[in-house]
């Protein structure tokens, strides 16, 4: 049986369009499907040693077949392989349909009394899938014309205006999704907006009241209302404190992978918003007193100096 296409390009062109397809239809993220989901790749390697076992059996059947024709049977099978496939029957029907050609046997129907110094003209019909192009666009544009035209459909600047709001709604939704930045030690600052301070509030009273008390004053864990700190005062010490834990104390555990550090922020910033409180029955203070360092100031003598070089300039 003669093939177009030989084994060695018709395997490898069905498994490509099989895998792509696979690849399209199947929603694996940013890595491919066969790497995600491992039974695809097990799928996609069955299939392929089928498509060579195939062809491993159509070609052994051929090879037997072939011994079992007759010697003419055998002749004629050759001289049909023989015909390229331009010149098949089956190719130059295609082509007969697409066209409606008329062969030189033909030329006498569909030949016109012009003559024009022994050259004569051939009244050959349009090819049907030219006409049938043609006759679609005027169906189209009749379409369209109703649609829009007609019949008020959206105008271009309307479909614009569409496409931008709905680009603009995916951009809103990606950034509410994006990951948030993270705050390190060295980041971190002291918030002071109510709404920051009152999720604080919510997530200490939840998670640290039970150590520390609703108010701070401390049960099992230090007061935090006082000017001592064991591992230190400030937001830095105390944002740290809280995402990484106590080395000391264990049972005071790391909370930056639970709450993340945005909340980390939040609760160390209302711990801190605590400051001379002093609730009633508050534990004794623990550790060191603890003083925020203070902005350095400008040097006297430097700025007596910038004085008496001003006067001096007065005086001149």
């Known amino acids: 049986m003669k093939k177009i296409f030989p084994s060695y390009v018709r395997v490898p062109v069905i498994f490509a369009i099989v895998f792509f397809a696979m690849e399209y239809f199947v929603d694996s993220g940013d890595k491919p499907a066969f790497v995600k989901y491992p039974m695809l790749a097990l799928f996609l ?12 059996v159509v070609s052994a059947v051929d090879k037997v077949t072939y011994h079992l024709l007759s010697d003419e049977q055998k002749k004629q099978l050759e001289e049909a392989q ?17 066209t409606r050609s008329k062969s030189v046997e033909q030329e006498s129907d569909v030949m016109l009394d ?14 049907p899938w030219w006409v049938n192009l043609f006759y679609a666009t005027i169906i ?19 479909e614009f205006k569409t496409e931008v709001e709905l680009a603009e709604a995916d951009m809103l939704k990606n950034k509410a999704n994006a990951p948030q930045e993270e705050i390190t030690f060295d980041k971190v600052t002291l918030l002071t907006d109510a709404s920051d301070l009152a999720k604080g509030k919510e997530i200490f009273t939840n998670a640290c009241a039970a150590c520390h008390k609703a108010d701070g004053g401390g049960i099992v864990g230090p007061n935090l209302t006082d000017e001592y700190w064991i591992n230190g005062g400030g937001i830095k010490n105390v944002f740290k404190l809280i995402a990484e834990g106590s080395k000391n104390n264990p049972t005071m555990v790391g909370w930056a992978k639970t709450l993340g550090t945005k909340e980390v922020q939040k609760v160390a910033s209302y711990v801190l918003s605590l400051q001379g409180t002093k609730p009633a029955g508050g534990k004794p203070a623990e550790g060191e007193k603890w003083v925020e360092e203070a902005t350095p100031k400008a040097d006297a003598t430097d700025t007596a100096a910038v004085i008496d070089s001003t006067k001096t300039e007065a005086k001149k």
């Open 140 to 158: 189209f544009a009749a379409v369209y014309l109703l649609r829009f035209h007609v019949f008020g459909g959206y105008t271009q600047d309307e």
């Open 82 to 98: 023989s015909v390229s496939f331009a010149d098949s029957k089956f190719a130059k029907g295609i082509i007969q349909k697409l």
């Open 114 to 127: 012009h003559d024009y110094d022994g050259i004569k003209e051939l009244d050959n019909v349009l090819p």
């Open 45 to 56: 390697g069955v299939f392929l040693f089928l498509l060579i076992a195939i062809e491993i």
